[in-house]
């Protein structure tokens, strides 16, 4: 890879992406698939939930969404057919770190949805007879969050474990959505909506060079400083919590500390969350579900940024079963290290290696991952790349992983009627 510069108009190479900074300052991302018909487009801003004014979280949540209910010379309507006309389909939202909007289209129609991006980016009339329309769809998730208590527990764990900013609700909260007026709104986008530090990656049916004129036309005209995002702190572990909720089932979940994106263990705990996840072999299944019928479902991911890494367990089991239920799955974590047999791990191997490529062949899926790769790396890695690195992975490596992040002292949370502090089980 030649690293791209930062003068504006810089061209470079990425294996089959092309990189170029807009004269605005917008990163852009492309690449031409050839094998498509369609063109998919993901653009990220920096901004989202962790830098949310205090009294106003979720308002992030608002803002993108009123994005698209209308732009300068086009009603909420009238934008809408727009989309509709060209077969467009569009998504805006707002996350903890950034702003994102995703397209979907023909190649022949992309110009037009490319014209509709920047619209909804630059000159969004966030419209005030919209406002509380949004706000009663987002209080509608809030309120409706107990109705779905696996993910209600989840939102509360990462509450107490991730630190704050990071630890606010991605929901939002139910009185500052209330409090939200589109003064709020056009503060923010003014504060937060900037070219500086944002990411246009496009994939498909397209002509690199093509787009880079296109994309210079359209943005030109967007300007704004560079988004600081909050530095990511300690995260909170070896404690136990509990949530009272009258229901027949009761929800555990439990956090703690993996690989962040670019650790040398990165790779490792992908196949570490294969081998005790990846389907109907996967070792918790096996142990707590298969074996011991201990609970109805069970499953372990790895998540990581660029600022943290982490493995989340959910099972969903009765109170009367929950505490063997996490003892097992606290045991089986434990043991891992130094017990992973080659069938397991080659199976784990030959599953990843499946969902990546699977997960990459859309137009889609490339603008996304690109996308994703350069808001972490500053470069994007070509599937080779990925493909190698998973392959230079065996069980000593996967050991090696378990060593420097071990599942002790994870934080834990159930809900439900059974508090297993009460049984003097906190360790």
Same mark, same amino acid.
């Given at each position: 890879?030649?690293?791209?510069?930062?003068?504006?108009?810089?061209?470079?190479?990425?294996?089959?992406?092309?990189?170029?900074?807009?004269?605005?300052?917008?990163?852009?991302?492309?690449?031409?698939?050839?094998? @498509?018909?369609?063109?998919?487009?993901?653009?990220?801003?920096?901004?989202?939930?962790?830098?949310?004014?205090?009294?106003?979280?979720?308002?992030?949540?608002?803002?993108?969404?009123?994005?698209? !209910?209308?732009?300068?010379?086009?009603?909420?309507?009238?934008?809408?057919?727009?989309?509709?006309?060209?077969?467009?389909?569009?998504?805006?939202?707002?996350?903890? !770190?950034?702003?994102?909007?995703?397209?979907?289209?023909?190649?022949?129609?992309?110009?037009?949805?490319?014209?509709?991006?920047?619209?909804?980016?630059?000159?969004?009339?966030?419209?005030?007879?919209?406002?509380?329309?949004?706000?009663?769809?987002?209080?509608?998730?809030?309120?409706?969050?107990?109705?779905?208590?696996?993910?209600?527990?989840? @939102?509360?764990?990462?509450?107490?474990?991730?630190?704050?900013?990071?630890?606010?609700?991605?929901?939002?909260?139910?009185?500052?959505?209330?409090?939200?007026? !589109?003064?709020?709104?056009?503060?923010?986008?003014?504060?937060?909506?900037?070219?500086?530090?944002?990411?246009?990656?496009?994939?498909?049916?397209?002509?690199?060079?093509? @787009?880079?004129?296109?994309?210079?036309?359209?943005?030109?005209?967007?300007?704004? =400083?560079?988004?600081?995002?909050?530095?990511?702190?300690?995260?909170?572990?070896?404690?136990?919590?509990?949530?009272?909720?009258?229901?027949?089932?009761?929800?555990?979940?439990?956090?703690?500390?993996?690989?962040?994106?670019?650790?040398?263990?990165?790779?490792?705990?992908?196949?570490?969350?294969?081998?005790?996840?990846?389907?109907?072999?996967?070792?918790?299944?096996?142990?707590?579900?298969?074996?011991?019928?201990?609970?109805?479902?069970?499953?372990?991911?790895?998540?990581?940024?660029?600022?943290?890494?982490?493995?989340?367990?959910?099972?969903?089991?009765?109170?009367?079963?929950?505490?063997?239920?996490?003892?097992?799955?606290?045991?089986?974590?434990?043991?891992?290290?130094?017990?992973?047999?080659?069938?397991?791990?080659?199976?784990?191997?030959?599953?990843?290696?499946?969902?990546?490529?699977?997960?990459?062949?859309?137009?889609?899926?490339?603008?996304?991952?690109?996308?994703?790769?350069?808001?972490?790396? =500053?470069?994007?890695?070509?599937?080779?790349?990925?493909?190698?690195?998973?392959?230079?992975?065996?069980?000593?490596?996967?050991?090696?992983?378990?060593?420097?992040?071990?599942?002790?002292?994870?934080?834990?949370?159930?809900?439900?009627?059974?508090?297993?502090?009460?049984?003097?089980?906190?360790?």
């Amino acid at each position: 890879m030649r690293e791209s510069g930062h003068a504006s108009g810089a061209s470079t190479e990425n294996a089959n992406v092309n990189v170029h900074i807009l004269d605005c300052g917008l990163t852009l991302l492309v690449e031409e698939m050839a094998s @498509v018909r369609s063109v998919a487009y993901e653009l990220l801003i920096p901004g989202g939930i962790a830098l949310d004014h205090p009294g106003k979280i979720g308002a992030s949540h608002i803002l993108a969404e009123l994005t698209s !209910r209308g732009v300068e010379g086009l009603s909420a309507r009238e934008l809408s057919d727009s989309f509709d006309l060209y077969g467009i389909r569009h998504s805006e939202s707002a996350s903890m !770190r950034r702003f994102g909007y995703r397209g979907l289209c023909l190649g022949e129609h992309f110009s037009k949805g490319l014209e509709l991006l920047s619209r909804l980016v630059l000159s969004p009339t966030l419209p005030e007879e919209h406002v509380s329309a949004v706000q009663a769809l987002y209080l509608q998730d809030i309120l409706g969050l107990r109705d779905q208590p696996s993910r209600w527990a989840s @939102v509360e764990l990462d509450k107490v474990y991730f630190p704050e900013p990071y630890n606010r609700s991605s929901l939002g909260e139910e009185e500052d959505i209330r409090s939200v007026t !589109r003064s709020d709104l056009l503060n923010l986008w003014r504060e937060q909506f900037s070219p500086i530090g944002s990411i246009l990656s496009v994939a498909g049916h397209v002509n690199f060079s093509e @787009v880079v004129q296109w994309a210079e036309k359209l943005f030109s005209k967007w300007s704004g =400083k560079e988004t600081a995002l909050p530095a990511f702190g300690q995260v909170t572990t070896a404690q136990r919590l509990h949530i009272p909720y009258e229901s027949a089932q009761e929800q555990v979940v439990l956090r703690c500390k993996g690989p962040q994106f670019g650790d040398e263990h990165y790779y490792a705990a992908k196949l570490v969350s294969q081998i005790l996840s990846g389907g109907m072999f996967g070792r918790l299944f096996s142990e707590v579900r298969e074996k011991r019928g201990l609970c109805y479902s069970v499953s372990l991911r790895h998540s990581a940024s660029d600022e943290y890494g982490s493995y989340f367990v959910y099972a969903g089991t009765t109170p009367e079963r929950v505490a063997q239920t996490l003892h097992v799955i606290e045991q089986e974590l434990e043991r891992l290290a130094g017990s992973i047999t080659g069938d397991e791990f080659h199976r784990a191997k030959a599953n990843l290696k499946a969902l990546l490529v699977m997960g990459e062949e859309s137009s889609s899926s490339r603008a996304s991952s690109n996308a994703s790769d350069w808001w972490m790396l =500053k470069r994007v890695r070509s599937l080779l790349e990925i493909h190698d690195a998973i392959d230079q992975v065996d069980i000593a490596a996967c050991d090696a992983c378990l060593r420097a992040y071990p599942f002790h002292d994870p934080l834990v949370l159930t809900l439900g009627v059974k508090d297993l502090r009460d049984e003097g089980n906190s360790r």
